[in-house]
């Protein structure tokens, strides 16, 4: 850490929340776009809830903005465009279904990849929306796209 304490008050910054737009203007639209601290992020309304997470998806970048939001499982989840995973909104797992193939009687189960997609925390104060990015320590897939060479937003230093 730096003796004047700069290190200590990036981190801060970077886990601060950030004013991404109006919660009228999210309900009519039911999901926007934002730049939190450099990473780009996607904000869904749905059924009276807010949710935010990495905007491209944990398997080869597809863009969750565009996704359609489908229930599986009973759990409300953003379809990628391009692959079809299946991201629950509330958690960031990726669900797949599965089948045992020794049992000619056996019927497809939802089942957890685990977290996958870094979600965020949405807060709304008088009407404003603000996100404030994960400070979960562990790796995340989607930290993959949401950083370096293939984040969209490039930092300017």
């Known amino acids: ?3 004047d304490g700069s290190e200590q008050d990036s981190e ?3 886990y601060s929340p950030v004013y991404v737009g109006r919660e009228d203007d999210i309900k009519k ?18 059924k009276g809830e807010y949710h935010a997470m990495d905007i491209r998806c944990y398997h080869s970048g597809g863009p969750l903005h565009l996704g359609e939001i489908e ?8 379809v990628c465009p391009w692959h079809k995973y299946k991201i629950t909104l509330a958690t960031g797992e990726g ?7 020794r049992d000619p009687t056996a019927k ?12 965020h925390t949405v ?5 404003n929306i603000y996100v404030t990015l994960s400070k979960e320590p562990f790796k995340c897939d989607s930290d993959f796209y949401a950083t370096g060479d293939f984040k969209v937003i490039q930092s300017s230093f």
């Open 123 to 127: 807060t709304v104060d008088n009407g």
């Open 29 to 46: 639209s039911e999901r926007m776009t934002a730049v939190v601290h450099d990473r780009e992020v996607v904000i869904f309304y749905h």
């Open 12 to 14: 801060v910054k970077e």
């Open 108 to 119: 497809p189960e939802w089942c957890s990849k685990g977290v996958k997609q870094r979600i």
């Open 95 to 101: 669900l797949y279904q599965s089948i045992n193939p």
């Open 1 to 3: 850490m730096d003796p």
């Open 71 to 78: 229930e599986f499982d009973g759990r409300p989840c953003i």
